[in-house]
């Protein structure tokens, strides 16, 4: 009899590893599809794991390059922070792997894509909003939403006891049980003992940026340019007559999180609003991102026109919500990114930045674009501005303020 054959979402991690013999013993045949975005992984020793549980087969594709230009970067261009503070590196990479592990699924003849995402998360609506946009004729397993999965792992502890029952090496243990997603633009941590917001975390859990005490004590001063809002090139003085130009995607972002790193920049420790409802408490560092985002604000405020500025904020904030909530490959999502590409015709520029002690701050920017008029604004020259004019400005918008405290000093009598 020919068994279904799955596409399995493994990152060689307990959960997934846990999933993939379950699976099996669930009479499936098993494809294992790793997505290399950058993160810290032995994949040949997790191919030889999945192998080793059962998998017919393990697929591992470098999408790091079409993550930092179609996701990441975009996402700095269209200025992308969930809630005020998060710059999204999980929400956005999961489009991404949809995108590799939908095509696995055609290639293959798949009937199934599965996954390791909880049932309280946000991964688990991306990953399966991504899919059906891609392949709407597809089917979905998510183990955590069945009752006979969850019921018999209760949480990371029995899924620890089943992968020594079941010989499946893993290196989450009771003592350090936290999650972590990892990939080129941040890493973030979540459960265990991160999961009382009033928890200090524990010393040494973040991985890519030094502490504040241990980080450099000396500035680096940066170049970052952008064209349409896109961060092309960095440029980092070395002290002789050339500085050092990097202008591929990959290798920017690399270069940053090493300089961010070291300067301690890029942490984050909050609680947010999942899609579901609940509220989560995450740590995320993401130097290159934090970097990136700072000076692209900056560029715009000195470039777009005031209002179209206030716009486009509103548009971004609804786009980071969509992102955040699975919405990448949606209508809405579609025709608001085109707006905000829009927007980015005039953000072309450099902005000069110092990283300093886990601080990001911006020393000089300049671009041909800018709407900026120094002549107009100068306090020594008149520039074609007349004083006078603005006794009426000020006159006019004070007629309402008038009226109200009229209004008001007769409703008190």
Request: proline residues 4%.
């Amino acid at each position: 009899m020919t068994k279904d054959l799955v596409i399995l979402a493994y990152s060689g991690g307990l959960d997934t590893s846990c999933i993939l013999k379950w699976l099996i013993e669930k009479n499936y045949d098993v494809i294992c599809y790793m997505a290399n975005i950058g993160q810290n992984e032995d994949f040949e020793k997790a191919k030889q794991k999945a192998t080793s549980i059962g998998a017919k087969d393990v697929i591992v594709e470098d999408l790091r390059k079409e993550f930092v230009s179609n996701y990441m970067l975009p996402g700095v261009q269209m200025g992308l922070v969930y809630e005020g503070r998060y710059y999204l590196g999980t929400s956005l990479a999961r489009p991404c792997i949809s995108v590799g592990i939908v095509n696995a699924a055609k290639k293959y003849g798949a009937k199934y894509i599965s996954h390791g995402a909880t049932g309280k998360g946000n991964d688990q609506v991306r990953f399966e909003l991504s899919v059906y946009s891609l392949w709407p004729e597809g089917k979905v397993i998510a183990p955590w939403r069945e009752r006979e999965f969850f019921t018999r792992f209760q949480g990371r502890a029995d899924l620890i006891e089943y992968a020594k029952k079941e010989n499946i090496p893993v290196s989450a243990t009771p003592k350090e049980p936290w999650s972590t997603d990892e990939n080129i633009m941040h890493i973030s941590y979540e459960s265990g003992v991160l999961e009382d917001p009033a928890a200090i975390p524990p010393p040494g859990i973040f991985k890519i940026t030094r502490d504040l005490k241990q980080a450099e004590d000396y500035p680096s001063n940066i170049d970052i340019i952008f064209e349409k809002g896109l961060p092309v090139s960095l440029r980092i003085p070395s002290g002789h007559a050339k500085s050092l130009v990097i202008s591929e995607p990959l290798a920017l972002v690399e270069a940053l999180n090493k300089l961010g790193g070291q300067h301690a920049v890029g942490r984050i420790d909050i609680v947010e609003n999942r899609f579901l409802g609940l509220k989560s408490r995450g740590l995320y560092e993401t130097p290159a991102g934090t970097i990136l985002h700072l000076a692209h604000l900056d560029l715009e405020a000195y470039a777009l026109d005031r209002e179209v500025l206030r716009l486009k904020k509103y548009l971004q904030d609804r786009m980071a919500d969509f992102v955040y909530n699975g919405f990448w490959f949606s209508p809405e999502a579609t025709y608001t990114r085109k707006c905000l590409e829009l927007s980015q015709e005039s953000v072309t520029g450099t902005v000069t930045v110092q990283v300093y002690k886990g601080n990001v701050v911006i020393l000089a920017r300049t671009s041909a674009s800018s709407l900026y008029n120094k002549e107009l604004v100068s306090m020594d020259v008149a520039g074609g501005f007349s004083p006078e004019d603005s006794t009426g400005f000020i006159n006019i918008n004070a007629l309402r303020l008038k009226e109200y405290a009229r209004f008001s000093t007769q409703s008190d009598k």
